[in-house]
């Protein structure tokens, strides 16, 4: 925004007489100019209300404004504005080290909830009785909504050892906890074996360490005799379509992973190329499994064949791209594609359908420990895997 309306202001300067010399002007094309012209109703409104407002407004708060509320105007929860702020916590978030309470939230500017997706094992918010599915609703004296969040989490990081008060509701009950702050180490892979040699990996985000940490625990269970995996990708929000590639090659094939599909037409195709390893595989998918999730299920399912447990995953079938715009560390998320399972299937507003609709009983938050079959969705699969090697 800063550098658009710089050009804008030179533009008008350029246009000027130069007192006391030759007429001196530039020429720009007619929609250049419409633009600048629309703009300058933006920068008078500024200018009031530098002027009029009854407190002193600072100038980098109302462009950034300006930024957030032009990109919202799309109606696109994908498409958003970061401050230079909110930019650096995304990075440090790739990074997976973070000091905090140990919670990943999901934000929809579609219900207006901040809602918890997974809470991190022996982090301060499992120890004070945080559930995945709780809504949170304040932090101290900060209301939560989809434009105060960044602010929120912000709050909640801070000096290991410290306490922050957050409100979280949980059904219709209002929960206040105090919720101790310490370093959180983001675990994006786990894995175990389950009864019958039957593998089991949890992936929680493509992001990260993510690929070295999923190569190593599929290592680790087929030097132990692994008959068949369950690969869980219940509550993964997606994330780098380089690592949904990196995984996908473990399994398939050189072949289409998927295609995306661009406003002026153009279809990009993306291959997965090393080659396959053989393997019995069943998926597991929920209502937050979104983005390369379910890019990744809808190829493993088209491609091979495998099994979907679960339900009706989230339904993000569209690509973004993430650049810097201004030199201070200001960046904005833009949708430019949607993206097609190897088949055509859509999956935008759409989700992938399982093939064995498990849900959970009302009132389960899913918060059972690694393996653990009394989880009736993984006792699904791993029953569905053992019957599918009998066979």
């Not at 918890?116 to 304040?138: C, K, T, Y």
């Not at 810097?324 to 594609?337: H, I, R, S, Y």
Request: proline share 3%.
């Amino acid at each position: 925004m800063r550098n658009i309306l710089s050009a804008f202001l030179a533009a008008l300067f350029l246009l000027l007489p130069l007192s006391g010399m030759a007429e001196d002007t530039v020429t720009i094309p007619r929609s250049v100019y419409d633009m600048y012209r629309k703009i300058d109703t933006l920068v008078e409104m500024m200018e009031i209300v530098q002027e009029n407002y009854y407190e002193d407004v600072d100038e980098k708060t109302l462009l950034d404004g300006a930024a957030q509320g032009m990109l919202r105007s799309l109606g696109d929860p994908y498409t958003f504005y970061y401050t230079a702020e909110s930019f650096a916590d995304y990075m440090e978030h790739q990074k997976g080290e973070y000091a905090g309470i140990g919670i990943q939230i999901s934000t929809s500017y579609v219900t207006g909830l901040s809602t918890i997706s997974r809470v991190f094992s022996g982090s301060p918010a499992q120890e004070a009785d945080v559930h995945r599915g709780d809504i949170l609703v304040q932090v101290e004296d900060l209301v939560v909504t989809p434009d105060t969040i960044t602010d929120a989490v912000n709050i909640m990081r801070g000096t290991p050892g410290t306490d922050v008060e957050v409100v979280f509701r949980r059904g219709e009950e209002l929960l206040t906890k105090t919720v101790g702050r310490a370093q959180i180490t983001m675990n994006r892979v786990e894995s175990c074996m389950l009864e019958n040699q039957i593998g089991y990996i949890r992936l929680w985000e493509f992001a990260g360490e993510c690929v070295s940490q999923f190569t190593e625990a599929l290592d680790s269970l087929t030097q132990a005799g692994m008959r068949g995996l369950i690969l869980d990708l219940r509550d993964n929000p997606g994330g780098l379509l380089d690592d949904a590639i990196a995984i996908g090659n473990h399994f398939l094939d050189e072949g289409v992973l998927t295609y995306l599909q661009y406003r002026n037409g153009e279809t990009q195709y993306y291959y997965t190329s090393k080659g396959s390893q053989e393997i019995e595989l069943v998926i597991l998918v929920n209502e937050n499994s979104a983005s390369c999730s379910e890019l990744l299920t809808g190829a493993l399912r088209d491609r091979l064949g495998s099994l979907v447990v679960g339900v009706t995953s989230f339904g993000k079938g569209v690509v973004q791209h993430l650049m810097q715009v201004d030199a201070e560390g200001d960046a904005m998320q833009l949708t430019v594609a949607q993206y097609f399972t190897p088949s055509g299937t859509e999956v935008h507003h759409n989700g992938i359908e399982p093939d064995h609709w498990v849900e959970l009983a009302e009132g389960d938050n899913g918060m059972y420990l690694l393996g653990d079959l009394s989880d009736p969705q993984l006792h699904a699969a791993w029953v569905d895997i053992c019957n599918l090697l009998e066979e």
